[in-house]
């Protein structure tokens, strides 16, 4: 065999190499498109990265494990507050304090995850909302140590000196939060093609066929919420990196709706329908301001209006589109491949 | 002792507050088995209404019944044109497409009057009772709202207890393809039973307006407090949805009182939680625990 | 009175009703019988609208019912008692005849008449269905469906889970409705041997499709059909 064939094949057949080709892939793109793009567009890559991390875990948690989670707001400013304090107060380098937010905000996630574990549609999602309303309240009952209303404060990210004195910071806060995706992408990409995304799958479809089958049903639907909790950690600890702020008001719960439309939108459990999602979150308020501009609409008006859209992007989705974008393009590939078959309908109950 | 007297009371009347909203996510859940996450939305518009006639014609109570009529008209439109399409469908559309409408809501609110809260005016007196000397902070603003919610809790117990429309709306709630082979016009039931319960939340939006003033986002821990009090008390259960937001009331008004108020809605949390680890059901459960 | 043509019902790729044709007239008793899965209560469901009919006709005192939705066929004068009872277990006994009765408004059956008709609801008038026998649920669920005063009766299996003592009171009672109130009865029954008893006419179904159309006694006499499709 040649060296082709046998690289066709160990990607075909390798969940591990197909993943490490798609990190080199979007390594070597990110390199290229931060240093042709402006500083304003390196800073919208970094945002639209972090945003990619949440978006990632947070679309693997609700489509594959089947569960909806509203509070992985409040989850990314356990992680962003986490390295805002490491940073700032600790003096802690950039990748272990980073390193600490993944680790302690899957912490958090755990007994979170066991208390979601155990809680089915609407009731789970009441929990998780009233989890995100309350614990930024923490914020006010500990002012000394987590800065109040104000938060805490860092010093920006300075790139290592091989790169250059004059390497823009902007691009290394892309480079960083474009890391930080790619790590993500990696692992989610082999956790969901393998034994573990399976498990969570099988969970999801039948509980009692799956735990019949010797899966323990609530310990896996833990480990899937604790995996998407590590995500939005990794994903608020480079918020804070690339906005140097950690605060109660970057986190409210419109934060958390946000996140929700981007993953609908992109098509749950679709790890392409987070890049959709991420493409939406961070562009969306630009267009927004444009069109304001453009329509000479008041500040009231502007500042609500990517709201207003996400919250008719949900209503319409769920009425007319309930897959998502990923889910529609998936349905078209199927469609342009065979003639779509005659729907088959479960017969109810006796004849 | 004045202090515990004082949370008491204002437990009381707060719980009043959640106990209409969580009376309307109950209404909701049994007749068509969705939690409206929107619920607090829908009360932050019609009060926003109430807020414009009382503006433009000086009247509260002209304001007070527009609220209630156009919760009534509210919650109608809603079922019909956006929650039919989901009532069959898996349970998490509905969660979605709610809180969707919560977040258009929010947003349109938003654009319409604007993001800072300004006052409501309050139906009583203010001015709390003097007893034996001290003046309590309990108003005879919180006599009306604690009898109002009571009266209108009674009232919708007896619709459904005894009247052959209530009796309809039950037999949709509880057997609803059996229902239609009777001659029950279901998917009516189903639009009359959001009405009603968008009645009490806007009932309870102008009952709390006065004290957490009247903005977009205002109503938000309104809708968790009315959620937990509604789990708390057992979703199938409408007394236990009142029972539920008095207790609930009394909790979160002792957390605030003796801790701070920025612990109450992670106080609300922590309930919601053990209601649902150890006693999924709610207090008051009708019928077999709902495995949640 | 009730007329069925052709009636084809499909879930999908299934064929459950296959171009079934029947009549059930004023005062008679029509059974429909055959094995589990014949398509018995799909027909019956198909008729009164709870499923849509992919072809075929219905027709109820002369008007075309086939595409109407359940609550008209209901006020149109058709009556469902479906399989397994349908008694709502939260409400009471007299909450239950109540409700079948109330899309009739003023018109309605008074209750008083079915607990004349099944004294043993009488005695438990105000308690929850829940805590009804088996027997006593079948009386309720076919008073119930009494109260709006219709013109075609339709019973899905009311034997199923009785017994034996218990089916005959209520095969007898089924019959003297048909004779006293002039009801077009349409019996779905797994027991064949007792439907037959007091049937006009039985039909049998096999796989959706009409594999007997005949008078009681030949059916009984037709050993072959007998074992074949009923059981006995």
């Known amino acids: 065999m040649t060296a082709v064939t046998r690289a066709r094949a ?21 390199v290229i498109a931060s240093d042709v793009i402006s500083s304003y567009d390196d ?120 790169l250059g004195s004059s390497f823009p910071l902007e691009r290394w806060e892309a480079w960083i939060a474009g890391a930080g995706a790619i790590i993500v992408l990696f692992a989610l990409y082999n956790l969901s093609s393998g034994g573990v995304g399976r498990a969570w799958r099988a969970v999801r479809d039948d509980e009692i066929a799956a735990s019949l089958c010797g899966l323990a049903v609530g310990p896996t639907q833990a480990m899937a919420f604790t995996v998407s909790a590590a995500c939005a950690g990794l994903a608020g600890g480079l918020l804070a990196v690339v906005l140097q702020l950690a605060q109660p008001g970057a986190f409210p719960l419109q934060l958390s709706l946000s996140l929700l439309t981007g993953v609908v939108l992109g098509g749950l459990g679709s790890l392409v329908g987070a890049l959709w999602g991420a493409l939406l979150l961070t562009m969306l308020p630009n267009w927004t301001n444009d069109l304001a501009h453009s329509f000479s609409l008041s500040t009231q008006v502007s500042a609500n209006l990517p709201l207003a859209i996400y919250g008719v992007v949900l209503i319409a989705a769920m009425i007319l589109w309930p897959s998502g974008i990923q889910g529609g393009v998936r349905a078209l590939i199927r469609r342009l491949r065979r003639p779509a078959p005659a729907g088959v309908s479960q017969p109810t109950g006796s004849t | 002792m ?117 006052s409501f005016p309050a139906a009583f007196s203010l001015r709390g009772y003097v007893v034996g000397g001290t003046r309590l902070l309990f108003t005879p603003n919180d006599t009306f709202t604690v009898l109002i919610v009571l009266a209108v809790a009674a009232g919708l117990g007896l619709l459904f207890r005894a009247t052959s429309l209530g009796l309809q709306m039950r037999a949709a ?41 009247l903005g977009p986002n205002s109503f938000d821990p309104i809708l968790i407090s009315g959620f937990v009090a509604a789990v708390l008390g057992g979703l199938d259960s409408p007394p236990g949805a009142v029972i539920g937001g008095l207790l609930l009331g009394l909790a979160l008004s002792y957390v605030s009182g003796y801790e701070g108020a920025a612990l109450a809605p992670l106080a609300a949390l922590v309930i919601l939680v053990a209601v649902l680890m150890l006693r999924p059901g709610g207090l008051f459960t009708a019928g077999t625990e709902r495995r949640v | 009175m009730l007329s069925v043509e052709g009636l084809t019902t499909e879930y999908g790729p299934v064929r459950a009703v296959d171009a079934v044709s029947l009549q059930a007239d004023e005062g008679t008793v029509t059974a429909v019988l055959g094995a589990n899965g014949a398509g018995k209560t799909s027909l019956l469901r198909t008729i009164t609208g709870l499923v849509p009919a992919r072809a075929g006709r219905v027709t109820l005192a002369g008007e075309d019912i086939t595409r109407l939705p359940v609550e008209e066929i209901v006020r149109r004068g058709l009556a469902h008692v479906p399989e397994g009872r349908g ?33 043993a609801l009488a005695q438990r008038r105000r308690q929850p269905a829940s805590t009804l026998s088996g027997g006593e649920r079948q009386m309720l669920s076919i008073g119930r469906a009494l109260m709006g005063r219709p013109r075609a009766l339709l019973l899905d299996e009311p034997s199923l889970g009785l017994a034996p003592v218990i089916v005959a009171q209520i095969m007898t009672m089924i019959r003297s409705l048909a004779d006293n109130l002039g009801l077009a009865v349409l019996l779905v029954e797994q027991n064949a041997r007792s439907a037959l008893s007091i049937a006009n006419r039985g039909i049998v179904l096999n796989l959706g499709r009409v594999v007997a159309d005949r008078e009681p006694g030949e059916l009984a006499a037709d050993e072959r059909l007998r074992h074949a499709y009923l059981g006995f």
């Open chain 3, 87 to 119: 008694v709502i277990s939260e409400l009471t006994v007299e909450e239950n005849l109540r409700l079948g009765g109330l899309w009739r408004k003023g018109a309605a059956a008074p209750a008083q008449e079915m607990f004349d008709l099944f004294p």
């Open chain 2, 173 to 213: 709630a509880f057997a609803p393809e059996v229902a239609r082979l009777l001659g029950v016009r279901v998917s009516r039931m189903f639009t009359v039973g959001w009405a009603l319960a968008a009645v009490a939340g806007a009932l309870a939006g102008v009952l709390v307006a006065p004290s957490v003033f």
């Open chain 1, 43 to 162: 800073l919208q890559l970094a945002t639209g990265a972090f945003y990619f991390a949440v978006l990632a875990g947070l679309t693997v948690l609700a489509g594959q494990s089947g569960q909806i989670s509203l509070g992985h707001g409040a989850l990314m400013a356990v992680g962003a507050y986490t390295v805002a304090l490491l940073i700032g107060n600790e003096g802690w380098a950039l990748v272990p304090a980073l390193a600490a937010a993944v680790v302690v905000t899957a912490l958090v996630g755990v007994p979170v995850g066991v208390a979601a574990s155990r809680l089915r549609g609407p009731y789970l999602a009441g929990a998780t909302l009233a989890f995100a309303v309350g614990l930024p309240a923490l914020a006010d009952k500990f002012p000394s140590l987590l800065g109040g209303e104000n938060g805490l404060t860092i010093n920006p990210p300075t790139p290592p000196s091989f």
């Open chain 1, 10 to 30: 160990m990607l075909h057949h390798s969940t591990l190499a197909r993943s490490l080709a798609w990190v080199v892939l979007a390594a070597v793109v990110l």
């Open chain 2, 2 to 118: 004045t202090k515990f007297v004082d949370l008491t009371l204002s437990g009381v009347s707060t719980g009043a507050v959640y106990a209409a909203v969580a009376l309307a996510l109950v209404l909701i859940w049994r007749a068509t088995r969705i939690v409206n996450f929107a619920q607090g939305a829908m009360l932050m518009i019609t009060t926003f209404i109430a807020s414009a006639i009382i503006n433009s014609t000086g009247s509260y109570w002209l304001g007070f019944v527009v609220a209630l009529a156009a919760g009534l008209v509210f919650g109608a439109v809603v079922e019909r044109l956006l929650i039919r399409p989901v009532e069959a469908a898996p349970p998490l559309n509905a969660v979605i497409l709610t809180l969707g409408l919560y977040t258009l809501l929010v947003a349109a609110a938003g654009m319409i009057w604007g993001n800072t809260p300004r």
